[in-house]
């Protein structure tokens, strides 16, 4: 904190007008698990993403075992929708998806991380980019072929039971090799977890926002997060001045009016 203080404060002040705060200590300094301290983390680029998504989008008209693929692809297409952890998406209930909430729906995370010695963490999630449709589709198409409860866990394994964390780590990697990935390709959940922020980034969400969307404790995590693409700051600038523009037209007297 210190350091993003003493030498970003007017880089993050230019970008989201947030000033960073003096919150931690040495008593109230925020851990991350060790599975989630990953350093800098490059999120996969559009084209690999895409080359991902249409894969499995094939894969699913040829695959024995449709079902399986199916809800692979609503598991990790809704970490990159939503940026939720691979945790706390395969640890979401059927009852956890609100459709009734907000515009078009919210995802209840009852499992969130917290703080060292903190216990889980809740939040809201917001349904973007036809997430919703999406989970509507699988809870109507696939989840059924898993299961004939209608209630329990979102994501389930074959036998019937909870999907496991590593479990979905494992399918991840395993369909990226099915799909041709090379090694310098290949992608993780907590990946698409930082495609999420940097798109939002790049679409002009605002870093304390961000920080809800994510379950960070601390706003010094989020801005690690974000790794806008190489015209980040034209498109940025171009948004300012379109402001400001429709700002002094809004402003301007109406000469037909005198």
């Known amino acids: 904190m210190d350091y993003l203080r003493s030498r970003h404060s007017h880089e993050i002040w ?8 003096t919150v931690l200590d040495k008593f109230n300094r925020h851990h991350h698990r060790k599975d989630d301290n990953v350093g800098q983390v490059i999120p996969p680029a559009p084209i690999v993403l895409d080359r991902f998504w249409n894969g499995l989008r094939e894969m699913m008209k040829t695959a024995r075992n449709y079902a399986t693929v199916a809800r692979d692809y609503t598991l990790f297409k809704m970490l990159e ?15 956890d ?16 991380k917290g703080s060292k010695g903190t216990g889980y963490k809740r939040r809201w999630v917001p349904m973007l980019d036809d997430l919703d449709k999406l989970l509507a589709w699988y809870l ?26 590593d479990t979905g780590r494992q399918v991840l990697k395993r369909r990226q090799v099915e799909l041709g990935f090379q090694s310098d390709e290949t992608f993780s959940p907590h990946q ?5 922020a940097t798109r939002q980034t790049e679409r002009g969400v605002d870093l304390l926002t961000l920080k809800t969307l994510l379950g ?10 974000s790794t806008p693409g190489s015209d980040f700051l034209e498109k940025r600038i171009r948004m300012s001045q379109e402001k400001w523009r429709q700002q002094l037209l809004a402003e301007e007297p109406d000469e037909r009016k005198g």
């Open 14 to 21: 230019d970008l989201y007008r947030v000033q960073v705060p």
């Open 81 to 95: 929708l939503s940026g939720l952890r691979i945790f706390e998406a395969v640890m979401l209930d059927v009852k």
């Open 97 to 112: 998806c609100r459709f009734d909430l907000g515009e078009n729906g919210k995802l209840h995370v009852r499992f969130g």
């Open 140 to 165: 109507q198409k696939i989840r059924p072929l898993f299961t004939e409860e209608e209630s329990g866990s979102l994501f389930l394994s074959e036998k019937g039971q909870r999907l496991e964390r």
């Open 192 to 196: 698409l977890r930082h495609a999420f």
């Open 216 to 225: 960070h404790a601390d706003v010094s995590t989020t801005f690690s997060y």
